[in-house]
């Protein structure tokens, strides 16, 4: 007998790859119209019960009742016709195609031969009115948002009749402000009836949203938990075994002569002509760290890239223990700073690539990586990769021989955030560490950069997280429309008074 309260239940689900169970005998009843969360260390198998629930793996054991009937959901197109969809972490849009089009892909309207794009237009505006999800229809999915993006892809669920709505990590590429619409839209969707999977490692948004929150551990359900009445120290014990800090223990910064000089530094988008990084002069400097804040779009991306290379300066210099490396090539700069990057598959790995060959992509040319004889040495290879596996726990179903694609968003981040700290750069540069990482992983990645700090290291870190701002900062940089607006002390100055300067309602005359 099924729970008639129950919308969706599992039954001993178990899914299994190569040296790992990622779900193990998992039982779970999700009632209809609630927002339930699933929550969970990286790798702790939330993804792979919703995709199992989505038709991507079909589970060696268990079934799965939808509405109280035993269902075999096969693949993607059997859940779209059960009424799931689902919001993958990284999105599933076709780039050069527009809004419209991307959202009705699969399930056109036609007339006869002919597409019937009027009406298509027509329902998917009505659909985007009724649930507050503001979109242009015709504008190209690489001329919006990531935010847009997202509305996007809620829409393409509600455009196939969707009841049940699985989103996977959707806070994770968003500002403030987007997580912010997000919630509000995720409870009016239940608030219509539908019932909502929120997979998150954020527990405030779980506390915020959620009705009720299940947490798996290394592939096991341990509680279903009411999300009201449970704190965030009770969640975050649960998901990772052990207590949790959420505050990032530091003592005081001792910095001492500038590592990075940023003179003047003026960037220009090719395709708008607008300056998005304008005439920026800032220092980092030994044993500090400076955390740069502001609401995406807003020239930091920019920045970022013109410092490491990845985009050309128009006008300024970028000066590095006092040496110009401005007009210096990527892997000039390599040898003097450490990335995280803020797009972890576009410039972070290579998807393709073993685990491995990621963790030793700034190495393959140093030596005992290479022979004399020019070739590679792959034993060392496979040690240094052992090492940094343990050392940073990156968990994998085959360790070293994973392929990076197939591992997890936050093990993923995990690996790149290793080979970066690893390679004991006296500059480090780091664009959302912590995006898409379980409480446990914050925490050591915290604690990793202030080690770097007081190793006499100079990070300059780029977050959209206030909260993280505010408590890893020991200097804060504030820009807005491609200028810094401040430079403040997060000892002296409020969350409100940082809001001010991110909006550009307030500017710094003088800057500390």
Do not use: W
């Not at 080979?419 to 990793?448: C, F, M, N, W």
């Not at 020991?474 to 429309?481: S, T, W």
């Amino acid at each position: 007998m099924t729970n008639s309260e129950n919308i969706i239940e599992f039954r001993h689900i178990t899914k299994k790859f190569p040296g790992i169970i990622a779900c193990n005998d998992i039982s779970l009843g999700i009632r209809k119209g609630e927002i339930h969360a699933l929550l969970g260390e990286n790798g702790a198998g939330k993804s792979t019960l919703m995709s199992v629930l989505f038709g991507m793996y079909t589970p060696e054991e268990g079934t799965i009742f939808i509405r109280g009937e035993e269902v075999k959901v096969t693949n993607p197109r059997v859940a779209t016709e059960l009424g799931i969809g689902m919001v993958h972490q990284h999105f599933k849009l076709v780039q050069n195609y527009t809004v419209l089009q991307n959202i009705i892909l699969g399930e056109e309207t036609v007339k006869g031969p002919f597409l019937d794009m009027d009406t298509a237009r027509k329902e998917v505006v009505e659909l985007s009115q009724k649930y507050g999800l503001a979109i242009e229809p015709d504008e190209l999915i690489s001329n919006i948002t990531v935010g847009q993006q997202q509305r996007c892809e809620i829409l393409k669920m509600l455009y196939r009749k969707a009841e049940i709505l699985i989103f996977d990590e959707p806070t994770a590429v968003l500002t403030p402000q987007e997580i912010d619409e997000l919630m509000g839209i995720m409870k009016g969707l239940a608030k219509e009836g539908h019932t909502i999977l929120f997979i998150s490692h954020k527990l405030d948004e779980i506390k915020f949203v959620a009705d009720r929150v299940s947490i798996l551990r290394r592939g096991k359900l341990v509680a279903t938990l009411d999300a009201a009445s449970t704190t965030k120290e009770k969640m975050g014990e649960l998901m990772v075994g052990k207590e949790v800090s959420f505050h990032v223990e530091k003592e005081p910064a001792q910095p001492k002569e500038d590592v990075l000089k940023v003179e003047n530094l003026t960037i220009i988008n090719n395709e708008t002509k607008k300056k998005v990084v304008n005439d920026v002069s800032f220092s980092v400097r030994k044993g500090e760290i400076v955390v740069i804040a502001g609401i995406d779009g807003n020239g930091q991306s920019e920045l970022i890239y013109g410092i490491t290379g990845l985009m050309p300066i128009n006008e300024g210099r970028v000066l590095i223990n006092g040496e110009d490396y401005t007009k210096k090539s990527v892997r000039d700069r390599n040898m003097v700073l450490s990335h995280i990057p803020e797009d972890r598959h576009k410039y972070g790995l290579v998807l393709d690539y073993l685990l491995s060959y990621n963790l030793a992509l700034k190495n393959f040319f140093k030596k005992g990586f290479v022979n004399k004889a020019g070739f590679l040495n792959f034993n060392k290879f496979n040690e240094y990769a052992d090492e940094l596996i343990n050392r940073f726990d990156i968990r994998s179903g085959q360790g070293r021989n994973t392929m990076a694609r197939s591992m997890s968003g936050g093990n993923q981040q995990k690996a790149i955030v290793a080979r970066e700290i690893d390679q004991d750069s006296d500059l480090l540069i780091a664009v959302q560490p912590t995006r898409g990482l379980d409480v446990g992983a914050i925490e050591y990645i915290h604690k990793q950069i202030v080690t770097q700090r007081d190793k006499d290291k100079a990070v300059l870190m780029m977050s959209f997280e206030l909260d993280e701002v505010m408590d890893v900062a020991d200097r804060i940089i504030v820009m807005f429309e491609g200028e810094i607006m401040g430079t403040l002390d997060p000892k002296k100055v409020t969350l409100e008074e940082v809001g001010l300067y991110m909006a550009g309602v307030k500017r710094e005359e003088k800057r500390i």
